[in-house]
């Protein structure tokens, strides 16, 4: 099969259904044009952390850089789900550089915590994985939406205090695992802590993940060329998350989603690749770039992403 031949007239189509692209069977189709060669690339040397790698997805990305030799750091916020977990990425792998730090995404603090006691003096890649859809309104201590402090302003604080770490490692990459739920959504800022409308955990979920692939063209500009940046989304994959969540979609959807290494597959795929391979800044899906709106109402302007990077760094000095 020629690996860079367009995609054919019936891939588009079942692209265009989302349900045959997005399940298990949309992963097998794409992956018949993956390049063997990529899944050799080794990562010994490099420093990994992954945030909510205890489960699902961050599990798998975890795993999946560890059996490429990667030293893998496992942000974790619960201490005996976490040590479960590096037991069997250690065993999985057979790799004992897996390392276990305990951090909340949603909590400040934690993150200040966690960046002053990391040992590594250099970072060569960062996934912002953790995250979870909330069908209640909570605030963080600091008054934060929940969903928006751990998908959003949380990844943005540790950018900011991992980044001069990230520019002192070798071609060092940063990656956002986003959502196809961020597709509904345009950027909105007016009303982030939901006191002015009923709460919508599947809005609020999709609107920050909206934020966060808007970020990613943001931290790009910013952190070049030392850092390259790339928000990517898994398509819907079996995992806790999505059980607890969306119990009526996964009983509906079960025996079509993707297994969590399926859904991991684009995140290590962006860690490992050429760097030449992946212009910075852009959005993925199944190792390919992907558009990042799918409806005109949702496109945002200049002046809207200025506004989110004040508001994110507004929101992170105040408690500094
Ligand atoms: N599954 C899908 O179909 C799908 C589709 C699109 C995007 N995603 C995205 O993929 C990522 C992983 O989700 P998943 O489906 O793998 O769900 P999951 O199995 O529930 O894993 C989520 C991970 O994030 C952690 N987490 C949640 N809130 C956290 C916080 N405040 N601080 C630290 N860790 C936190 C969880 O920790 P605990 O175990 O302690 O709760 C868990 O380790 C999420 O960002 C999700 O939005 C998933």
Redesign the pocket.
Known sequence: MDLNAPPSLLDRLLDRSVYFSFDASGYRRHAQKFDPADDQIQLEDQVWLV?????????ATALGLARRSATVVL????EA?GSAARAEIQRLSGHPNVQLEI?????PGSLRALAERLPHPEINGLVH?????SDTRQLTPEGNELTWA??VL?PFLLTKLLSPRLKAGVASRLIF?????MYTQRIDLSDLDWSQRPFDGTVA?AHA?RAQVILTKEWAQRLAPAVSVSAM??????????E?ALPRFYRFTRGR??T?EQ?ADTVVWLAAAPRERIPTGRFWFDRRPAPEHLLERTKEHQEDRDRLWRHCEAAVAVNE
């Open positions: 945030t909510g790698a205890n489960s699902g997805i961050g599990r942000v974790c916020r619960d789900r951090a909340d995404l949603s909590s994985n953790a995250g979870a859809l751990t998908h949380g695992v986003s959502s196809g739920g979920y993940k989304h898994p398509g819907w994959v079996d995992t806790p998350g999505v607890k989603l993707r969590p859904g």
